[in-house]
């Protein structure tokens, strides 16, 4: 590797695995998912669009056929999320632990 080049891995690894790091953050992650979770935020943030188009969805569509009833309870998911990826081993969308 050159003097001055990018560093194969500028967060470290983890040493469980020797995997790089993520450049997210699963405090960032987790937060994002508790206040913003109905939109899937701390899911997109972290690379996972699929599951972030699906709590979109999902929350949309119920809060819609629902009258607005399941606003009520929308809050469960993220919440629930949220506490996983700050307490979890979430990975990125590339594979790579989030730090």
């Known amino acids: 590797m050159p003097l001055g080049g990018p560093h194969p891995a500028p967060f470290g690894y983890d040493p469980l695995t020797g995997i790089p790091y993520s450049d997210k953050t ?7 998912s508790i206040f913003l979770g109905f939109f899937g ?4 943030y972290a690379g996972h669009t699929g599951l972030g188009i699906a709590q979109l969805v999902v929350n949309i569509v119920l809060s819609l056929v629902t009258l607005g009833i399941w606003l009520l ?7 629930a999320d949220g506490i996983v ?5 979430p990975k ?8």
């Open 26 to 32: 699963k405090v960032v992650a987790g937060i994002l």
């Open 85 to 89: 990826l700050m307490t979890g081993h």
């Open 41 to 44: 935020a701390g899911r997109f």
């Open 73 to 79: 309870f929308a809050w469960i998911w993220p919440l």
């Open 92 to 99: 990125d969308g590339n594979g790579r632990p989030l730090r």
